[in-house]
């Protein structure tokens, strides 16, 4: 069992920035997909980024441009660094890492984002 705990979340101000942090419970490999989702009231949970272990990243479009994910598989852990950041950005964010060959999905407790002035 993988079990993520995040860290990062909080209040900011729109243009703000926050670093959001994920780590794992134990050692994450090459075949083991990291990245994070987010979820606003009423809303079904969206991905924001992912990454694989050779560094590709995969954003999602209302975050491009904005958001940088990155990870360290030594440290067992995958970041989000989010700029300039809007209110339609509050959510509670989860980190996630998922089997890139099998069917096996973690997922962490969730850290809330609130943008707001």
């Known amino acids: 069992q993988v079990q993520l705990v995040e860290s990062g979340g909080g209040l900011v101000q729109p243009g703000g920035s926050l670093g959001l942090s994920c780590a794992a419970s134990?050692?994450?490999?090459?075949?083991?997909?990291m990245g994070w989702y987010r979820q606003r009231p009423g809303n079904q949970r969206e991905l924001v980024a992912s990454?694989?272990?050779?560094?590709?990243?995969t954003y999602a479009d209302f975050v491009k441009g904005r958001f940088t994910i990155s990870r360290d598989n030594a440290k067992e852990r995958v970041d989000l660094q989010m700029n300039n950041l809007k209110p339609e950005d509050t959510a509670v964010y989860y980190c996630?890492?998922?089997?890139?060959?099998?069917?096996?999905?973690?997922w962490g407790q969730g850290t809330q984002v609130t943008v707001s002035s």
């Open positions: 996630n890492v998922r089997h890139a060959m099998i069917s096996v999905t973690y």
């Open positions: 134990t050692s994450v490999f090459s075949l083991w997909i």
């Open positions: 990454i694989a272990d050779g560094g590709r990243a």
